[in-house]
Structures are given as C-alpha cells and as structure tokens.
C-alpha cells in the first residue's frame, strides 16, 4: 500500500536521504524544511504520515506535532518524530505532544518501513470513516455538531504470564484507567471480546505466543479493531517487525518505563475513541436512511429491499409473502380541525399500536403520509387477515390521547390485503393489489379489512 509521506527537517542533506529511501518503495514524498511551513502542507496536501524531525529551529518537532494534533482537521494524521535523542523524557513528551511513535538516527531502514506500512493501514481506515461521516453530513443524516469523545480513561486488558511485570503495568495503569489482568491465552481471547479499550500483550510470554494471540484478535471480526500495543524486546528486531506486519498498533519496549506506557496507553486509548465516533455516526446515519424519523418505524426505502428479497424467495418455491396497507381514516379532519402537531401525535401513537399487534418477523412501515404498510414473511393471506382485523380492533378500541392527554380522539383505520401467488407476482403488483382493497374498503364505509384476491 503506498501512501503520501511529508519528511519535515532543517537539515537538507536529512531530508534529500529519506526522500531517496521512501521515493525507491515507491512512496510519494512532500518536503518541507521548517515548522510552518509543514504545518502549512499538513493542511493543504493532507499527506497519510508526517516524519518530523525533533530539532529543528525557532518551532521544534514537538511544537509542530502539537499545533497539528491541536487542529481538528490533521489531528487525525499520524506524526512519527525523528531524534538523535533516546532519553526517556523526549519519548514522553513526544507521545503526550501526539506522536505516534519515534525512529532514532541514523534510522533502521527496516524498522521504518514497518512502521510507515503499519501507519498507512491505519490512516486508511481512519480516512475512509471519515469520507463517510463527512458524505452522511453533506446529506442531512448527521448533525453537524460533534459529540463529545468520552475521557481518556478506558478498560484495559493485560495480557501477560510474567507476574510481577503485569501487575506493575497495572498499577501504573490504573491510577487513570481500569485495566485486568489475564495470563491465560484462552480466558484473554474470552475477555477481549467483551468492552476493551485496548490490549496490551508481552510478545515474550512463555505460556502462549504472544504474536499469535495479536494475529488472532485481528483475524476475529468481534476484536479486530481493537488497539493492540505490544511488550517487545528491541533487541529481538524481527519480532518487532512481525507485530507491526500482523497490525499491532504500538510497540512498548523493555524494561518497560512508567511515564511511556501512559502516555501510549493513552494515545491509543484517544484514537479508539475518535474511531469508536466516526463508526458510531456512520451506523447513524445509515439507521436514518431507512428510518422514519416521526414514527421510529423503517421507511418506504427499506422495506422495497426486504420485499424484493422475499418475493424472490416466495416465487423461488418458497413460503408466501403477504402485505397490509393501512390509511388512518379520515386523518384530513384531524390536521385540519387540530393542526399538524396533534396529527403527528396521532401518527406516531399509531405507529405504537402498530408495531404492539404484529409479530417479530413482520416489517411495520410507514410508506407516507398516514399510509402505512406491513410485510409479511412466511404468511398465507388468510393468517393477514386475521392480524389484521387484530390491528383494526386495537386501533378502534380505545380513543387516542393528544394534546398532553386533554382531547381524546376516535382514531379507525382501513386496511387492504393481499398475498403472493407464484413466480409471476412482484413486489409492485403486490401492494397494488392491498392498495386497491384498502380504496374499496373505504368505499364501503371505512374501519374494516377487505383482503383482494390475486
């Protein structure tokens, strides 16, 4: 996977170097030779990772890292920092600036290009969220204002054998976050599975392989975004290379410092949750799309797919489908003689009824106006009428109360239904058929079922 890579340093020769490594595996490469100015490409040529260089001067690494995480639209791009320096303290003010990981010069080819292909997975995700989301916003299905996050502290699965190491890496954890232990691979895999803001396994265990545990929390759709961030010797170098190919997000090396895996835990910890949004208001803008938002009941849109795929069924040799379609009688007098606000009342106190009176497999809808339909699987006509006649009954049977409960209204409903006969049938002839019985159910005075024959 190729991927657009800002290399940030005031050194040329640095920049020329990187430049001539990432431009031979076929990466494109931005330059830049100073802070503003790579915050300034940052912003217009959105690039899918940034290596910036720590010292630089008038506005360092750690500055621009910051200042990019800082705005909302690059705080998403990952930022590697590159340092002659191995200090501990650099590492962590790096990672609470909003790095996502450091190289040390000179830099191990190997371990770069591990790392930038791990990067370029994840941005890949994070971006195509984001075209999503920001397609749902363009079409009016999210609202505008962003949700909170939720804090940074978050569930934490210790994955280890080695005793006085995890319960180390839990007490630091948990003087901001809710971490647990778990020495066993089988009892971790179970635990995993459940709410996990992120995993922390030693990939040195004893008892299990570590690198397989990783492996498989990716191959396990209940798991797979799960962030990952493993316990590594640096020293073992192609071990940490196989954790970064199989989709470990971060790698903590050993012995293991207290300030460095907070500051990652809690990255990671940060970008789960900017995930977990941009995934949440995706499955809501897709709910909205075939939701009707004054009835809560699935839209005309939804229920033509379901039907189509159930009449395939039936003309395939399968059970039949049947279909109710409702008009609330007289439902002009109402919005006329009350207003609108006391006609959505009555609609959506239908629309409870409704749903109350049909069975688990049916597909109460609400098809426009005050017409509503229901799909029926698996149902001969003479099982739809008799629902049906249940849901006139209910309606009928007691008043409506609108208006905070001082009116109560006489509500009835006629209802047409019909059934498939075949092959030939289809879904529009289908529902032309319970259409034309509710027209003559309404001709014959309102409040009563006729069901049409095919």
């Known amino acids: 996977m190729s991927a657009r890579i800002l290399v940030v340093d005031d050194i040329e020769a640095n920049v020329r170097l990187l430049e001539a490594k990432l431009t031979a595996e076929y990466y494109e490469v931005l330059t830049a030779y100073d802070g503003p100015t790579a915050l300034a490409m940052a912003a217009a040529e959105r690039p899918d990772i940034v290596l910036l260089d720590v010292m630089m001067p008038g506005m360092d690494g750690f500055q621009v890292c910051r200042r990019l995480k800082d705005d909302a639209e690059t705080r998403h791009l990952p930022v590697v920092l590159i340092t002659a320096l191995d200090g501990r303290s650099d590492r962590v003010a790096g990672l609470e600036a909003g790095a996502d990981d450091f190289l040390t010069k000179p830099i191990d080819d190997v371990m770069l290009f591990a790392r930038v292909r791990s990067l370029t997975r994840l941005k890949a995700v994070i971006d195509e969220l984001r075209e999503r989301e920001a397609s749902g916003r363009r079409m009016g299905v999210i ?11 978050g569930r934490i699965l210790i994955v280890d054998d080695n005793d006085r190491q995890a319960q180390r890496v839990c007490a630091e954890l948990a003087i901001e976050h809710r971490p647990v232990v778990e020495a066993g691979y089988d009892n971790a895999l179970m635990t995993a599975k459940g709410r996990v803001d992120l995993v922390i396994v ?15 929390l990716r191959s396990d759709e209940a798991t797979r975004n799960l962030p990952i961030l493993a316990i590594v010797d640096f020293d073992e170098r192609a071990r940490v290379v196989k954790a970064l190919e199989i989709g470990v997000n971060d790698i903590l090396a050993r012995p293991i410092d207290p300030g460095e895996l907070s500051a990652r835990a809690k990255t990671q910890i940060r970008r789960k949750r900017y995930t977990d949004y941009l995934r949440d208001n995706l499955d809501h803008s897709l709910e909205l799309a075939v939701t009707d938002q004054l009835t809560g009941l699935h839209n005309r849109r939804y229920m033509q797919g379901q039907l189509e795929a159930l009449m395939r069924r039936s003309g395939a040799g399968g059970e039949p489908v049947a279909v109710l379609v409702i008009d609330i009688d007289h439902f002009k007098k109402i919005n006329d003689g009350f207003g609108h606000d006391v006609g959505d009342e009555v609609l959506r106190e239908f629309a409870v009824r409704l749903a109350s009176n049909v069975r688990a497999i049916d597909l109460p809808v609400r098809h426009g106006g005050e017409e509503f339909v229901v799909v029926m699987p698996d149902t001969a006509v003479e099982d739809a009428q008799r629902i049906a006649e249940r849901i006139r009954l209910h309606v009928a049977g007691s008043p409506f109360r609108v208006m905070g409960g001082q009116e109560l209204l006489s509500v009835t409903i006629s209802i047409g239904v019909a059934a498939s006969h075949g092959p030939a049938d289809n879904p529009r002839s289908l529902l032309k058929r319970a259409d034309e019985a509710v027209y003559e159910a309404k001709s014959q005075g309102r409040n009563r079922v006729i069901t049409r024959a095919a």
């Open 202 to 216: 030693n990939t040195g265990a004893r008892a299990f392989d570590g690198l397989r545990f990783a492996a498989q």
């Open 143 to 153: 609202a505008g204002a962003a949700s909170r996050l939720g804090g940074s502290g």
